[in-house]
């Protein structure tokens, strides 16, 4: 059975709901053929870069995708992960990164997953999406880059990906929303898993 790696963001500041962490929590422990391993990341750069290693260290996983959360109101399937981090905006732990992610690694690292395969299921399920080569210059972009250094730095033959899912609109019953937001990242891997 192939394993996969599911990640999501806890809160941070401005966001003290962040429907990654809602919709990761959500998921259950198989589905598409494959064991999940779903696990929330603090919004601390030093934390996410320890867990990511360690995770992508023991687990060797066949798939690992990211989620976050965008201000858009639409899913953003980021196709770039960028070594750079340049936010004015600290973590939660009030630490701001200015510089590369990984001295002397490679400046961008392209996502392995099916991201025709991906926009065509997703938009066929009714759902917005746009193709993103931009994933930001916070803890979003920062994970996504570590995940693809780690998987390289061991050789892992993994795919690799990043998906933005849209804030939580306060007019929207919750629950509707996050089994929205489940449904996109269900059919996200259900796609990996079979293209």
């Excluded at 730095?153 to 990043?162: K, V």
Aim: charged fraction near 25%.
């Amino acid at each position: 059975m192939l394993r996969i790696l599911v990640t999501g963001f806890g809160p941070f500041p401005g966001v003290p709901v962040n429907p990654s962490q809602l919709v990761v929590e959500a998921l259950p422990d198989t589905g598409a053929g494959a064991e999940l391993v779903r696990r929330i990341l603090p919004t601390e750069y030093r934390a996410i870069r320890d867990q990511i290693d360690r995770l992508v260290s023991e687990l060797r996983p066949d798939i690992v995708l990211g989620t976050g959360v965008c201000r858009d109101p639409w899913f953003r399937l980021e196709t770039v992960a960028r070594n750079h981090g340049n936010s004015e905006h600290p973590d939660n732990s009030g630490a701001v990164r200015s510089g590369p992610i990984e001295e002397g690694g490679p400046d961008t690292y392209g996502t392995t997953l099916p991201v025709d395969t991906i926009y065509a299921r997703l938009m066929a399920r009714n759902h917005d999406i746009k193709v993103s080569d931009n994933a930001g210059s916070y803890v979003c972009n920062y994970g996504f880059y570590r995940s693809c250094h780690r998987i390289a730095e061991l050789g892992i033959d993994a795919r690799y990906g990043f998906l933005h899912l849209p804030a939580h609109d306060p007019s929207v019953d919750p629950e509707h929303q996050t089994n929205r937001l489940k449904d996109a990242v269900c059919t996200v891997l259900k796609a990996a898993v079979e293209d």
